[in-house]
């Protein structure tokens, strides 16, 4: 069964990294090395540091200014596969 998870918070890093906390209460970090290799016409501008750290949320996926996004599901299960998320720190 599919998980339903929005993005609620994200925070972009060095190194092409981005923070990402779900709605279902867990965080990690997420490289992003292994899309940007792949390239492609949305991917070439997130290679500048300066434009990958513009990442923002919209309707619950992170996205970029140019439109470039990943799904949030997708993405929940990517990295919980990898072991990437730990419940969220208290604030």
């Known amino acids: 069964m599919i998980q339903i998870v929005k993005v609620v918070a994200l925070r972009a890093l060095e190194d092409h990294r981005l923070w990402v906390r779900f709605s279902d209460g867990t965080e990690g970090v997420r490289p992003f090395a292994d899309i940007l290799a792949e390239g492609g016409p949305m991917v070439e501008p997130l ?30 299960e990517e990295m919980a596969a990898a072991g990437l998320l730990t419940p969220a720190a208290a604030e």
């Not at 200014?65 to 993405?75: R, T, V, Y």
């Open 47 to 76: 290679r500048d540091p300066t434009f990958f750290n513009r990442a923002f949320v919209e309707m619950g996926v992170p996205a970029w200014p140019n439109g470039f996004d990943i799904d949030a599901i997708a993405l929940h």
